[in-house]
Each structure stands twice: as structure tokens, then as C-alpha cells.
């Protein structure tokens, strides 16, 4: 970064340096003209008053003390023929009444120009000035052009350059440190609660990074929250396993070896559960889990799971329906059906003798919802925000008793998330719970969308 900005720093300054130094040349060589002209047009006004050339006698130039290296006269008759030129044979010379300071001094009085000479092939500034006989009288003098100009302050320029590229050359390092200290020590100190931005331009920045950073340290923290508690899952029901194993294995089963096999596989069905959900749990984690988006309708995906969960609300004495009607969402199939499964089962396992749990589908303001609501035990408000948590359990010895992994919840979140829905909870403790799944329209049009990208992609690819 440090490199980056100081070489860009430095370009920026070069450029200006050498921008700057060609306007001053400009500048300069426009003022250098300008003066040359006017001196010229003074001595012109000079001559024109004192009338040296208004007789034909007079134009002969022995008659004049002219220094021929410092100005060149020419007098100009109004058809444009040269009838004087101190520097050159005039009859020789051609037709002047073209040239730009004689055609405007013969339209507007006066005129000026500077071009290189045909005549004496010199670069020349010329001014001309109409007498009161009618005829034309032009100065002209030897002077360089912007390119000679140049080459004569060549030196001067190369000198000022680098003397002022050494400078920006300090000047940048100096500025790109300052500019850099302050956010090298804002990174370093950036987990520290009262360190500020440098620059208020670098307020969203660093919000940014120190979010994700706090991101970062929660999902290190929950992944180890997650390790610990799936060691515990595990650990559980296979000490049991291996507890009643060796009681078999040594013979002190006796009469109990029907029940001790009961054991064995109600415990090896819970780590199975354990393990599935697990599996499940990471796919939709890291979206490695194959989805296949359609349009489907969650009344008759909630009656085949209410179908297929009686046997267990019978066990524990409670009474599952499904009403409502037609409810029209763009999702995966499995995953609502493990959505809905998940929802149930819970509100089975934690539901109270003679309870009761309803599942309803329907539409609301043009959005499709599920509804799962039971007559259980319910959950205190201090549990309500974490009750979605991996391995969360309200009431822990009631998980155990059921068989409950403790990833049911969490599996439903993940789902409602990737399908772009909204999760909801009302409960109340002693009383029951309500979970509500509202979807949008909105996941739909983003696989129209992409799906629609894809065709255009693959014509492109064809064609």
C-alpha cells in the first residue's frame, strides 16, 4: 500500500511539475511576442510620425543610419508591391499584398505576424502600419521561435526539473508515511473498544471489518459451543451402549437381556438421529446440500407429515390436525418436508398429556404461511432467542426422556434462511408455543432470474 500510494503520489507531482513548466513556457513565450511586437509597433509609430518615408526620394537605404542585424524595413505600395526593403533587393522581391500583416494593415490600419521569412529564412516578427500616403510600412525583426526558444532554456528546465522531482521525491515519502501511520495503528489497535477511525472516510471501513471480525470470534465461539455439545451428544448414548454391551458380554444380563437390548437399540436409534441431523445440519451449513426450487403447495406436504407422525403423538397422548388450505410457496420439496416434520416432532416431544398440536397452510395479504401451534409446556421469554441454537434445550431432562437430539430447531432455521422466509415465535410458559414460517415471492424471481442468466449464457456459448 505504502509503495503504491507513493509512486502514484509521485507520478501526480511529476506530471504536474512537467504541465506546469510547459505553461510557464507558453506563458512566457506568448509574453516574449507580445513585447517583441510592441516594440516593433512603437518604432513604426515613431517613423510614421516623423513622415521619413512619405516621397519616393527618400526611400534609399544609404539615406538611414538601420542596423540590418537588429530591423528590417520594407515599405509596401497599397497594390502590394514592395517599393523599399532595407535587407533585400526589393525588385526581386514578390507580391506582399497576401501576407496576413499586410492584408490586415491595408484593411485596419495595422497588423501583425510572426512566421519564418521565405526571403531571408529566418524565423521573423513582423508589424505593418498603413501611412497617410496610403502606402504600407512594415518592421520586422529576427527572434525565436517557441521550439528554439526551448532549446536555448533547455539547460535552465532540466535543472529546475530536477530539482523539483528530488523535492516531490521526499515530499511523497514524507506524505505516504504520515497518511499510512495512522491506519497502521488504527489496524493494530482495531479490537480495542475505543479506537477510532483515522480518517472519518474510513468510518464505514473499519465498522465494517470490526463486525466481521466480531462475526468471526462468534462463529469460533459457536463452532466450539457446537464441538463440545455434539461430544456430549455422542458420548451419552454410547456410554449406554457400551454400558449394557458388557453386562451382556459377562453374563450378568440374566433376566434383563430383553430389556438391555431395548436399551442398546433405543440409544443406537438416538445417535443415528444424532448423527443424520448432524449431517444435515452441516450441508445446509455450507450449502453442499443439493436443492431443487419448484413450486409446491404445504397443505398436502403437511398432512402426509401429520400422517406420519400419529403413531407418536399417540405415545404421548396428544392430538395432531392440519387445517387451512392451499399455500402455494417456490421451494424444495425435502427440505419442507423436513421443515414441517421438524416443527411437529418438536411440538410433539414437548407437549403436555392431552394436548394438542395444529398445523395450519394458507395464504395472508398475498403470503404464503405455515403455522405450527401446540398446547404445551411453552417457553419462558429469557429462552425465546436461543431457543433456534444448536443443542439449546429448555427443559434438558425432558429432551432425554423423548429422545431429542437437540438440532431440530436449529435444522428449521437454516431451511426458513435458504428459502428466503421469515421465522417467528410466540409462546408463552405453561401455555403452549406457536412457530410461524411466512414466505416471499421474492426467492422465486431470484431463480427466474438466474435461471435466465444460465439460458443467455449457454446461447452466447453456442452461437
Not at 526611400?59 to 542596423?67: C, K, V
Not at 496576413?100 to 494593415?105: F, S
Not at 444380563?253 to 444435515?280: T, V, Y
Request: net charge negative; with cysteine.
Amino acid at each position: 500500500m505504502k509503495r503504491k500510494i507513493h509512486i502514484e503520489l509521485l507520478a501526480t507531482a511529476v506530471f504536474s511539475i512537467l504541465l506546469t513548466l510547459l505553461c510557464v513556457l507558453f506563458v512566457f513565450y506568448g509574453v516574449y511576442q507580445k513585447q517583441v511586437i510592441g516594440d516593433l509597433k512603437a518604432d513604426a509609430l515613431v517613423m510614421k510620425n516623423m513622415h521619413i518615408f512619405d516621397s519616393i526620394s527618400d526611400l534609399h537605404p544609404d539615406a538611414y543610419d538601420l542596423n540590418p542585424d537588429t530591423l528590417r524595413i520594407t515599405v509596401i505600395n497599397a497594390s502590394g508591391n514592395v517599393i523599399f526593403d532595407s535587407n533585400a533587393d526589393f525588385t526581386a522581391m514578390e507580391n506582399h499584398e497576401d501576407r496576413p500583416e499586410i492584408h490586415m494593415a491595408l484593411e485596419n490600419g495595422e497588423g501583425s505576424d510572426t512566421r519564418r521569412s521565405t526571403t531571408l529564412d529566418k524565423n521573423m516578427f513582423y508589424y505593418a502600419i498603413r501611412l497617410d500616403n496610403g502606402r504600407i510600412l512594415r518592421i520586422a525583426r529576427e527572434g525565436d521561435n517557441i521550439f528554439a526558444l526551448t532549446q536555448n532554456m533547455m539547460l535552465t528546465v532540466v535543472g529546475v526539473f530536477v530539482l523539483l522531482f528530488f523535492f516531490c521525491i521526499l515530499m511523497s515519502n514524507y506524505f505516504t508515511k504520515n497518511l499510512v501511520a495512522p491506519i497502521e495503528k488504527m489496524a493494530e489497535n482495531l479490537s480495542e473498544p475505543g479506537t477510532q477511525a483515522a480518517y472519518k472516510e474510513l468510518v464505514p471501513f473499519m465498522n465494517k471489518i470490526r463486525q466481521q471480525h466480531e462475526d468471526i470470534l462468534k462463529s469460533s465461539q459457536v463452532r466450539q459451543e457446537f464441538t463440545a455439545n455434539v461430544s456430549h451428544e455422542l458420548k451419552t448414548p454410547l456410554t449406554a451402549i457400551s454400558g449394557y454391551a458388557e453386562l451382556i458380554e459377562h453374563g450378568m444380563a440374566g433376566d434383563n437381556a430383553e430389556r438391555f437390548a431395548a436399551e442398546i437399540h433405543k440409544n443406537a436409534s438416538r445417535l443415528l438421529s444424532l448423527i443424520n441431523d448432524i449431517i444435515q445440519l452441516s450441508q445446509l451449513d455450507g450449502g453442499k446440500k443439493d436443492v431443487e426450487y419448484k413450486d409446491l403447495d404445504l397443505f398436502p406436504l403437511a398432512k402426509e407429515c401429520v400422517d406420519m407422525l400419529q403413531m407418536n403423538a399417540k405415545k404421548q397422548n396428544v392430538t395432531i390436525s392440519v387445517r387451512g388450505g392451499a399455500a402455494p410457496v417456490f421451494a424444495d420439496r425435502q427440505l419442507m418436508e423436513e421443515l414441517i416434520y421438524n416443527l411437529c416432532d418438536n411440538a410433539i416431544r414437548y407437549n403436555k398429556k392431552d394436548g394438542s398440536v395444529t398445523v395450519t397452510t394458507g395464504t395472508e395479504n398475498g403470503h404464503t404461511f405455515l403455522s405450527v401451534k401446540d398446547t404445551g409446556i411453552g417457553i419462558s421469554p429469557e429462552h425465546q432467542e436461543r431457543i433456534f441454537e444448536r443443542f439449546y434445550r429448555v427443559d434438558k431432562s425432558r429432551s432425554k426422556a423423548t429422545g431429542g437430539t437437540g438440532l431440530g430447531l436449529a435444522i428449521v432455521k437454516h431451511i426458513v434462511a435458504q428459502h428466503g422466509a421469515k421465522l417467528s415465535l410466540e409462546s408463552e410458559a405453561g401455555k403452549g408455543t406457536e412457530i410461524r414460517v411466512d414466505f416471499s415471492e421474492t426467492l422465486k424471481q431470484q431463480e427466474l432470474e438466474k435461471e435466465r442468466q444460465q439460458e443467455e449464457k449457454k446461447e452466447n456459448t453456442e452461437e
